[in-house]
Structure formats: C-alpha cells, structure tokens
C-alpha cells in the first residue's frame, strides 16, 4: 500500500517535468539559448514553477478528498475519483492543446474569449506544432493511466498525516505566502511579451481570464 505522500510526489513529479518541457521549446522559439539569456530562462522557469505547483494543488484538493475512506461512500468513492481523474486530465489536455495553437498563432496564452473564437480550420500548423500536439496527448494519456494505477492503491483514513497534507496543498494552492495569490504581474520577468506569456501555466490562465 503506498503512501499518499509518494503517490502525489510521483505524479506531480511527471506533472512539473511536462510543464518544464513545454516551456522550454517555447522559450526557445521566442529566444535561444545562450549564457546571456540563463538568468532570464531562470526567471521564467521558476515563475512559471509557481503557477504549475499552484494548478497541481487545485487539482489535488478534490482528490485528496475522494481518497478518504469514508464508510457511507466506500462503494462509490473509487468510482467518483476515477470520473475525476479521467475528466479533469482530458480537459486538461483540450485546454493544453488548443493553447499550443493560439500561443502559435497570436503569441499569447489562450484566454476566455480566445477559447470560444477558436477555429482550427483557419489556422495553419506546422510540423513542430503538430509534434507537440502528438507529446500533450500521449503524456495526459500516460498520465491518466498512471495516476489511475497509483491511486487505486490509496486507502487514505482521516488523521493528523491527511490534515497536514492538506494544509501543504492549501499553501501550494495560493501559490505564495503574502496578501494576494499569485497574479498576473508575477510573471513580467521581461520586456519580451511573449516570454512573460511563456511563463504563465496555460491552465491558470484560462480559468483566470473568465
């Protein structure tokens, strides 16, 4: 029986090295690589680490929930937990695509009204693109299988280990320790637009935009 603790660490793990990944072949499309630009990559990346640990919290608050072993829900717990994991990874994925696109096209994150003026007919892709596109789809897929598989193996009973784990989520879900949650304004690391746009989570900034 694993641990809560190591069951979320491995998955958030996958979760963070996918962002990392993401941004770094954006990054790199917008700017090269070179030692002049390793403190403004730095900027980036840890900015944009934020904003992931922050999505990854929200996404584990529910699902720390489900895995309770409460009795009167023993039966439809694992099914509840299941739904949610294969829907919010399958959103997750739509978002994450068709914000490749839209960072492709207009140089900026997809928002709200982006969303629902959406039209890949007019849009046209490259091959780089369509790569990455293939990369989202075959990670959340893996994804799903893997968080499916680890949490199936979960019996999380109410304690003071559940409670601190929740306050650690808490704490991840704000995104910082001042006043306000993480904004906007945190990730202005540069005069380029389009690398404070690479810095965003693309998840955060959809769900932000409405």
Known sequence: ?????????????????????????????????????????????VQGLRFDVLIYSFWLLPLAFLELDYVFLRIFRRLLAKVYIIGSLLWMAVVHS???????????????????????????????TY?????????????TQRALTLTAQLKVRFGGAWLVWLFVLALGARGRLGEHHLRREDCQVSSVSQLNEVCLNPIWNYTKSR
């Open 1 to 45: 029986m694993r641990s809560i603790f190591r069951v979320y660490v491995e998955i958030g793990f996958w979760f963070l090295l996918f962002h990392f990944a993401m941004r770094a072949m954006s990054f790199a499309e917008v700017h090269p690589f070179s030692d002049q630009v390793f403190l403004l990559y730095s900027d980036v990346f």
């Open 98 to 128: 068709m914000d490749l696109v839209v960072l492709r096209q207009q140089k900026i994150r997809m928002d709200w009204e982006s969303f629902h003026h959406f039209d890949l007919s007019t849009m046209s892709l490259s091959s780089v």
């Open 131 to 143: 790569l990455k596109l293939l990369l989202i789809v075959v990670f959340f897929f893996l994804l």
